[in-house]
């Protein structure tokens, strides 16, 4: 009986670390996300200002070398140009991703679609640039919150499984 008690204990302390490693985790998925969508804005500010591809084929081509969370919202822009204008399709792929990013990293990524088909090469450019300037702000942001953070749920978790076994016991 002693036994499955103290394996109980065990299983509780091992959920509350694995909770708080799974929380910490999404701070650093942010911060992933965000440098991975800097880069992927730098290459289609390449790719607009020298190969004049049209936006669908740049956004495919971007969304075969990211990751998955970011590769959709390429995706999703790209199908969604059939049948609206890119600056439309942009905001509706933004909005129905399922990333670790927070609405106000959203809402700067939207910024981009003002200009995005809409105007001529030049204006495209500067709309990209004016959303990395803004994207790299959240990522000094993300990159603070992840150092304070991850450390600190990681231990939370750990902490809060131990009062637990601690009472139990």
Request: aromatic letters at 8%.
């Amino acid at each position: 009986m002693q036994i499955i008690k103290y394996f109980m204990l065990f299983i509780i302390l091992a959920l509350s670390t694995l909770i708080g490693r799974y929380i910490s985790k999404k701070y650093v998925f942010r911060l992933e996300e965000l440098e991975e969508i800097r880069n992927a804005l730098n290459v289609l500010k390449s790719k607009i200002k020298f190969t004049y591809e049209p936006i669908p084929e740049i956004f495919n081509e971007i969304s075969q070398n990211t990751s998955k969370n970011i590769s959709n919202i390429f995706v999703q822009a790209k199908e969604k140009m059939i049948n609206m204008t890119a600056s439309d399709a942009w905001k509706k792929a933004i909005d129905s991703s399922e990333t670790n990013l927070k609405e106000e990293d959203k809402r700067i990524l939207k910024t981009l679609s003002k200009l995005l088909g809409q105007t001529d090469i030049e204006g495209q450019i500067s709309q990209i640039e004016i959303t990395e300037q803004f994207l790299e702000i959240q990522i000094k942001e993300a990159y603070d919150e992840k150092q304070k953070n991850e450390k600190l749920y990681t231990r939370l978790g750990t902490t809060i499984g131990l009062v637990i076994v601690i009472i139990l016991c």
